[in-house]
């Protein structure tokens, strides 16, 4: 397989936690979206997206786009360890905060919208994720164990802890958001988010690296 990323996208950050998990090796091509006026508009990179936006993933003779569609496929191909919950509720409930943070949160301050925003990007991003960070402590608290949904990694915890870096990024004050925070802190001492974190990526700027 081979993954086009950025080494600071929260999409891209959740298809390599599940690639980790999984144990499946695969070749990174980076794709600065800063640099040259942003290499997804390339020409080149239009051919594997034409969304110009990463992760794509070339895997078994067909290209993907969207984070959550590379996942889902992953999960197929490769059940364990599982992403989704067997019990019917308990996937809902999954698929329900996966995507109140893919849909809900995050394109909402990612980086095309926010180059329309101009100064206000940084109050406007705040906004955006204080207000959906706001829903999804409620959802939490009823629906966490150790992780979002009771005591096993899935789907919505590898949502979950690229949006809280986005919100440290954006300088949230996340101190009215004590589930969100548990849960991110447990996650981030597992092995597969410790090698998938945007610290240690090879396209890692040597200032930002861990």
């Known amino acids: 397989p081979i993954l086009y990323s950025y080494f600071r996208s929260s999409c ?43 992760p794509a993933l070339k895997i078994d003779g067909i290209t993907l786009s969207q984070s959550l569609a590379i996942i889902h496929y992953l999960e197929d191909i490769c059940p364990n360890p599982r992403l989704l ?6 996937r809902a409930q999954v698929r329900m905060i996966a995507d109140h943070i893919v849909s809900g949160i ?14 206000k990007k ?4 705040q906004n955006c994720i204080a207000s959906g960070f706001q829903a999804l402590e409620q959802i939490l608290q009823h629906t966490a164990g150790r992780y979002c949904v009771d005591d096993e990694v899935s789907m919505a915890d590898l949502c979950l802890v690229p949006q809280v870096s986005n919100a440290e990024r954006f300088k949230v004050d996340m101190s009215p958001y004590p589930t969100i925070t548990r849960i991110n802190k447990a996650l981030l001492e597992l092995e597969a988010f410790k090698v998938s974190h945007p610290s240690r990526q090879p396209d890692t700027p040597a200032e930002l690296r861990a």
């Open 12 to 54: 891209s950050w959740r298809v390599r936690i599940a690639l980790a998990l999984k144990g499946i090796s695969y070749d990174l091509v980076p794709v600065n979206l800063l640099k040259d006026g942003g290499q997804q508009f390339s020409a080149e990179f239009k051919a594997v997206n034409p969304m110009q936006q990463v």
């Open 106 to 119: 995050q394109p909402l301050q990612n980086l095309s919208v926010l180059k329309q925003m101009g100064e």
């Open 85 to 90: 919950p067997q019990d019917p509720k308990k």
């Open 122 to 125: 940084m109050e406007w991003a």
